[in-house]
């Protein structure tokens, strides 16, 4: 006899916990041997939780479309773990990406004239300056998550889970009207969220604790993708 469906409170509850325990699991001390690796497990840990904390706001209110784009966010976090606890200069890539990132829109607006630089001690507009001399360096191209996921070995992920989530996350998917049918869907979310962040868990402990990273059936098995129908 198949047991049957969890419901919403259950969801919620196990949500919660599992919250909880990523934070825990931040705290870990890491191996004998610092590694760079170590601070960016801990912050996938951190913000996993605070998006599984955001996943139980957003099912309260059965807000279907929005977990499916946090469903897809989730997902590549996993696939950018996976991948960055491969080696420092992965991890190194990873932790650059949000001043590289910041740094390209603010000239993208030096360019465009809707921002300004000045030399703080005699004023002078140095914003030209600035731009030819960042125009001489050569960026550091950036994996996809694509590419990321291949080198981690974990390409189905992306081909089969990551581009359907992407229809929510572009628009390009009608969201159910009938309140049984977005009802269904949210706790299809739900439950998917618990099983990604399960396997970021999984992916970071592990770097912590044995300074390796999960193979590819264990992580199958965290995620439920071994469970029989």
Request: proline share 3%; glycine share 6%; with cysteine.
């Amino acid at each position: 006899m198949s047991s049957s469906p969890p419901n919403m409170n259950e969801l919620f509850e196990s949500l919660t916990l599992q919250a909880g325990v990523l934070i825990q699991a931040s705290q870990i001390e890491g191996g004998a041997s610092l590694d760079k690796r170590d601070e960016f497990t801990r912050q996938q840990l951190r913000r996993a939780s605070v998006l599984v904390k955001g996943a139980v706001a957003l099912g309260t209110i059965e807000n279907s479309a929005c977990l499916g784009i946090l469903s897809r966010s989730l997902l590549e976090q996993l696939i950018t773990t996976l991948w960055g606890i491969r080696s420092v200069e992965n991890t190194e890539s990873q932790m650059d990406a949000g001043p590289a990132e910041l740094a390209k829109a603010l000239k993208m607006n030096l360019k465009s004239g809707t921002a300004r630089m000045f030399d703080r001690t005699t004023g002078e507009d140095v914003t030209a300056k600035y731009l030819e001399s960042e125009q001489a360096k050569q960026p550091r191209r950036r994996k996809n998550i694509e590419d990321q996921a291949r080198e981690a070995e974990v390409q189905d992920l992306y081909t089969v889970f990551y581009r359907l989530l992407s229809l929510e996350t572009h628009g390009h998917s009608e969201p159910p009207t009938e309140q049984a049918e977005i009802s269904a869907l949210c706790i299809t979310h739900l439950q998917g969220i618990g099983a990604i962040s399960r396997g970021i868990g999984q992916a970071c402990v592990w770097w912590l604790m044995h300074r390796t990273w999960p193979d590819n059936e264990s992580l199958r098995d965290v995620l439920g993708l071994n469970t029989k129908p």
